[in-house]
């Protein structure tokens, strides 16, 4: 298929590829070794299709989502002292038995969860982190990013959006190239945004402003699982 993401330059590609390279999960968890990680809700896993949005805000898709399928499970996930408590305040409050949040930083929670239990994973506008010192900080470069697919079920679909060309472009390439995932996912849209109405409250703010954003969804090969 075609993108309308280039690939990226060679020396992007080089550092990408040495990040890659050194990237030691366990290690990098080490830092959470003495936190508390919330359990998996078991009602979440109650449910056959499942989705999560990491990184989810004030929850704003997923509420939408959760009222217009009620027989799919949906789980939020944000760290921010906002968004996150006030994402679960309004969970509670829409009380929908098939709606789940929470609180905490998503990286030790994520690495936590079982694999392939997963049909739809969301990345709603993550943290570019431009500067060149930080971008070991995209998923794009991340430990966790090979633990991104093995949470998905064969043929669950992963799907990203930013306002930064740069970063649509390095997650397009990660997923294709990254020696941990390459051959296990098929790009199945890349291009602009299909949502006409916002779906999360940054989405709705750079639509009301004309702000470009892009759109990415990978699916999971049904061969054999990610380890």
Same mark, same amino acid.
């Given at each position: 298929?075609?993108?309308?993401?280039?690939? =990226?330059?060679?020396?992007?590609?080089?550092?990408m590829?040495?990040?890659?390279?050194?990237?030691d999960? $366990?290690? *990098?968890?080490?830092r959470w070794? /003495?936190?508390?990680v919330?359990?998996? #809700?078991?009602?979440?896993?109650a449910?056959?299709h @499942?989705?999560?949005d990491?990184?989810?805000?004030?929850?704003?898709?997923?509420?939408?989502?959760?009222?217009? /399928? #009620?027989?799919r499970?949906?789980?939020? &996930?944000?760290?921010g002292?906002?968004?996150?408590?006030?994402?679960?305040t309004?969970?509670e !409050?829409?009380? /929908?038995?098939? +709606?789940?949040?929470i /609180?905490?930083?998503? &990286? =030790?929670?994520?690495?936590?969860? =079982?694999? !392939?239990?997963?049909?739809?994973?969301?990345?709603?506008?993550?943290? #570019?982190?431009?500067p060149?010192?930080?971008?070991?900080? @995209?998923?794009?470069y991340h430990p966790? +990013? #090979?633990?991104l697919? !093995?949470?998905?079920?064969?043929?669950?679909?992963?799907?990203?959006?930013s306002? $930064?060309?740069? *970063?649509?472009?390095?997650?397009? *390439?990660?997923?294709?190239?990254?020696? $941990?995932?390459?051959?296990?996912?098929t790009?199945? *849209?890349s291009?602009?945004?299909?949502?006409?109405?916002?779906?999360?409250?940054?989405?709705?703010?750079?639509?009301a402003?004309?702000?470009p954003c892009? $759109?990415?969804?990978?699916?999971?090969?049904?061969?054999?699982?990610?380890?």
């Open positions: 298929m075609t993108t309308l993401f280039p690939t =990226p330059d060679a020396a992007t590609r080089e550092a590829h040495k990040a890659w390279s050194r990237n999960l $366990e290690r *990098y968890l080490a070794a /003495h936190a508390t919330p359990q998996l #809700p078991a009602g979440f896993l449910f056959a @499942r989705t999560c990491v990184g989810c805000g004030f929850g704003r898709f997923l509420i939408e989502e959760s009222a217009k /399928h #009620p027989d499970g949906y789980l939020g &996930i944000d760290k002292s906002l968004r996150g408590g006030k994402m679960l309004r969970f !409050a829409i009380g /929908h038995a098939n +709606l789940f949040g /609180h905490t930083n998503a &990286i =030790p929670f994520l690495a936590a969860m =079982p694999n !392939a239990v997963l049909d739809v994973l969301t990345l709603f506008y993550p943290n #570019p982190w431009w060149s010192k930080h971008r070991r900080k @995209r998923w794009s966790l +990013l #090979p633990k697919i !093995a949470l998905l079920k064969p043929g669950g679909t992963i799907l990203l959006t306002n $930064e060309g740069f *970063y649509l472009s390095e997650w397009t *390439y990660a997923l294709s190239h990254h020696p $941990e995932i390459a051959g296990r996912l790009p199945t *849209y291009g602009e945004i299909r949502a006409r109405v916002g779906r999360t409250h940054f989405e709705a703010k750079f639509m402003e004309g702000t892009g $759109e990415v969804v990978f699916q999971k090969s049904s061969g054999k699982p990610l380890d």
